[in-house]
C-alpha cells in the first residue's frame, strides 16, 4: 500500500543557541506541531550535552513536495558548508539518510568491533571508561558500571571458572521442571497489568482497575539514561 504523502515540506535549520553551531535539514510533515528538529548524530549528541530546550529550530523554506525538497538539500547542503566549523552536518543534502548502504555496512561493523572490545575486556577498567564516556559522558555511571561488570564477569566475580557439581545441576533441573506450569509456578492464576508507569500482578479473577490495561512496561531504574 502506497504511502500517504504529506502536507507540507520544509528545509530547517537548528541552531545551539549555547555555542551557535548549527545544522540544516530537510522534512516533511503533515503536523507542523510535531517537534521534529532533526536527526544528524552531531545534533544529537549537542542536544545531549546542552539540552533540547538549548536548541532553536527555525523554518528556511518551503518547498511544493518531497522530490524538490531533496534538491534544495542538495543545493544548500555542500562541500562548502560542511567545512564550515559550525556546522554539525556530516553529509551532503539530498540523501535524507546514509550515503549508500555500503557506507552503512561500514559504520556498522565498525561499531560491531568496538562493542566486542568492550565486553571483552571486563577488568579494563580504563578503557571502559573511555567507551562510556564517548556514549554517556557520566562518571557515575561509568564507575557504577564497570564495578558491576568486575563483579558479574571479571575478576571479582567468585564464580569465575567454578562449576556445580553434577548432583547440583541435576536438582535445579528437577525443581526448574516442577514449577514449569501449574499451581507450583509464581505466575499461575495471575496475570500482569500497568497504569503506564508502574506494574502490578492482580488475580485472574479479578476486575481490571480504572486507568489500568494488561500487560507489562520497562520502568527504568533510578539514574539510567532511559
Known sequence: MARKPHKYHYIYKTTCKVNGKFYI????????????IGSGKRLWN?????????????????????????????????EGMLQDPMCMNLQLGGGGGLVNKKHGKKLAEAGLKKFREFWENPDNKEYQKTMHKNFHRNENYVDKLCQTKLERYGSKNGWLGRKHRPEVIEK?????????????????????INNGSQNKKIKNTEILPSGWKYGRIKIPAPGSFE
Open 46 to 78: 549537542s542536544i545531549r550535552k546542552h539540552g533540547k530546550e538549548n536548541h532553536e529550530c527555525e523554518i528556511l523554506e518551503w518547498l511544493p513536495d518531497r522530490s524538490s525538497l531533496k534538491e534544495r538539500e542538495k543545493e544548500i547542503i555542500n
Open 172 to 192: 535445579f533441573r528437577e525443581t526448574r521442571s516442577g514449577l514449569g506450569s501449574g499451581e507450583k509456578n509464581s505466575q499461575y492464576g495471575t496475570r500482569w
Open 25 to 36: 535539514g530537510m522534512h516533511s510533515t503533515s503536523n507542523l506541531e510535531d517537534g521534529y
